[in-house]
């Protein structure tokens, strides 16, 4: 059969099982977007600090350019001709901010899942992976061809069992895992995973902050922050794309690391530079992140809320952020759903396998700290 032909059918079973996706048209007006004739309350992004949607701030930053620094492209890799100045003044900024040695800037947070995992990971390496980690995760431990686990999802007993099954047979260990899962809003143990890497000097600990940079923590560096453990992550890497409303990516790390990196992720490598100008807005978002307590805590806030009302509602709530999954089953019927909040005004996204595991579609809703007190009463009207 043609290629072709296998493609038509590959999108009919698609189209049959309720996962076909397509690509919609839609105008960004602050928190809200317009697709056609409606205008929707934008709860399916990931601008969870308001970041992207704040002209003001947007403006503040353009009042700082001038023509010789508007540079829309770096026209090669970092190893060539990419690595403008800024580049290394935002990895300084985020170094310092984390108190390590040195961070590494990537051009997004897959890169660098897909990136790092294959150059750390040698021969004699064993990988142990949340059973939920992110698909970047999971394709990255792939291509890093070593024999891996899935332990159940946050459980550090079965986490546990397995370093002691193989922790003598390989050289080398890496516990891999999101700090704040993307899908089910919930988050990892960190001071358990941390007291379970320690006991082993030979096991290395990679967590993904995507979720929470920008949202948790003091100076809103993320779960580990919370959980005071920054020193004892190996690799600790978050996104720009997200709270920080940029685009991009950047692991913490020692020196040596870092310098090994360089060297080894084949992303990093061969991929063009970000666009220079986009490198200075995350620098000067970065710097402004810390002083954001306010809107960290009306999302707090906002996400207590919300999940109290679910909890009155009878609704069995897993998360424990501002990521808030509401659980359906089936993809036809998740789809309906969504589409019926849709025609309440509120855009909230159905996901679907492969996303999830089959038989667990959701509506996942995003809240973001710029939602008015009448914004959060009318979602909690329409759960």
Request: proline share 4%; glycine share 6%.
């Amino acid at each position: 059969m043609h290629i072709y032909q296998l493609m038509q059918q590959e999108l009919d079973l698609l189209q049959a099982q309720g996962n076909l996706r397509a690509l919609n048209r839609m105008q960004h007006e602050g928190r809200y977007i317009a697709s056609g004739q409606e205008k929707l309350l934008n709860l399916a992004s990931n601008d969870y600090l308001g970041i992207a949607a704040d002209i003001a701030l947007r403006q503040e930053f353009l009042d700082t350019l001038d023509v010789r620094h508007f540079v829309p492209s770096a026209s090669a890799s970092r190893l060539m001709t990419g690595n403008f100045p800024v580049f290394e003044e935002l990895e300084h900024e985020l170094a310092g901010l984390y108190h390590r040695e040195a961070a590494l800037l990537f051009d997004c947070g897959y890169h660098a899942n897909t990136g790092i995992l294959p150059a750390i990971a040698r021969r004699d390496t064993l990988i142990l992976a949340d059973k939920l980690v992110h698909a970047s995760l999971i394709d990255g431990i792939k291509l890093a061809g070593v024999p891996y686990y899935r332990y159940r999802h946050n459980d550090m007993q079965h986490l546990e069992k397995l370093l002691q099954q193989h922790a003598g047979a390989y050289d080398n260990l890496i516990i891999v895992t999101e700090s704040l899962f993307s899908m089910d809003g919930d988050e990892a143990p960190l001071a358990r995973l941390v007291s379970l890497k320690e006991r082993y000097p030979h096991v290395l600990l990679y967590l993904d902050e995507a979720h929470a940079f920008g949202v948790r923590g003091a100076r809103g560096l993320g779960c580990a922050e919370e959980a005071d453990c920054i020193p004892s992550i190996d690799f600790l890497v978050g996104t720009l794309g997200k709270a920080a409303a940029s685009a991009g990516a950047f692991v913490v790390c020692n020196r040596l690391s870092r310098d090994f990196l360089i060297n080894k992720v084949r992303p990093f490598i061969y991929t063009t530079a970000l666009p220079p100008v986009v490198v200075a807005w995350s620098l000067f978002v970065i710097r402004r992140l810390g002083g954001m307590a306010d809107r960290r805590r009306r999302l707090a806030f906002l996400s207590e809320k919300v999940h109290q009302a679910l909890i009155s509602r009878g609704r069995k709530d897993l998360s424990t952020s501002h990521i808030i999954p509401l659980l359906v089953g089936e993809s036809d019927r998740t789809v309906t759903q969504a589409g019926e909040m849709r025609r309440r005004g509120i855009h909230a996204l159905p996901v679907r396998p492969p996303t999830v595991p089959e038989g667990s579609a959701r509506i996942r809703i995003s809240l973001r700290a710029d939602l008015t007190d009448e914004e959060i009463n009318h979602l909690i009207d329409n759960l």
